[in-house]
């Protein structure tokens, strides 16, 4: 987005703080060792869906919304609680006012987390509805391109929510999840810096199969 508008700013050393290194490595833990506990339910999950982010930079490049698409895995180690790992992929691109050159985005966004889940309907003993609330770390790293490849990686937050519908092994539901990101960059020649917004609000239909 910096190199897009021919800005003079230049992105900062980008480091995860002790704080959010404590988190993910929580969050794995707590993801892998749920596999030795017995009696687990399991979930794969395919997203599609539209992402809006905050920037007003990245709005008047890539417009303001983009599809994504991704693949999603849960285990829930009792009837509410579980933990979540899903991955969501976009691609766009647009043209840049400074250089008047097509400019190219990528990104991949990896999410980790718990899930809390609740049912509300139950119309059948095969088939419910259920409501779930999820927050964890995100992990993003995205890519710029117009006259050459940037590759730069981040750390933020997420917090999110969403309702399925299951019959027998499938679902098939609708999420909202917000992510939380910022990277300080450098402006040069003042010695200050600022921070540029990663948020972005995605809504996406989820197909889904459990075992």
């Excluded at 899903?86 to 766009?92: A, K, L």
């Excluded at 050459?148 to 019959?167: H, M, P, Q, Y």
């Amino acid at each position: 987005m910096i190199e897009a508008h021919g800005d003079s700013r230049k992105v900062g050393n980008l480091e995860s703080s002790p704080l959010q290194k404590k988190l993910i490595l929580a969050m794995i833990v707590i993801f892998f060792l749920s596999g030795t506990i017995s009696a687990l339910e399991y979930h794969l999950s395919i997203p599609l869906g539209v992402s809006a982010k905050s920037d007003i930079m990245f709005k008047q490049l890539y417009g303001e919304r983009n599809t994504f698409y991704g693949a999603g895995a849960a285990v829930f180690f009792s009837d509410s609680w579980g933990a979540y790992l899903d991955t969501h992929i976009m691609n766009t691109d647009g043209v840049s006012n400074f250089y008047k050159q097509t400019v190219t985005y990528g990104e991949t966004s990896v999410g980790l987390g718990m899930v809390y889940r609740f049912k509300i309907w139950e119309p059948t003993p095969s088939s419910r509805l259920n409501i779930y609330l999820k927050g964890g770390v995100q992990f993003i790293r995205y890519s710029e391109e117009i006259f050459e490849k940037t590759s730069r990686n981040l750390f933020g937050f997420s917090i999110g929510g969403g309702v399925i519908f299951w019959t027998k092994q499938f679902g098939i539901g609708l999420e909202l999840k917000k992510e939380m990101a910022e990277q300080k960059i450098d402006i040069r020649g003042t010695g200050t810096n600022e921070s540029i917004s990663f948020n972005s609000s995605k809504l996406s239909l989820n197909a889904a199969v459990r075992f």
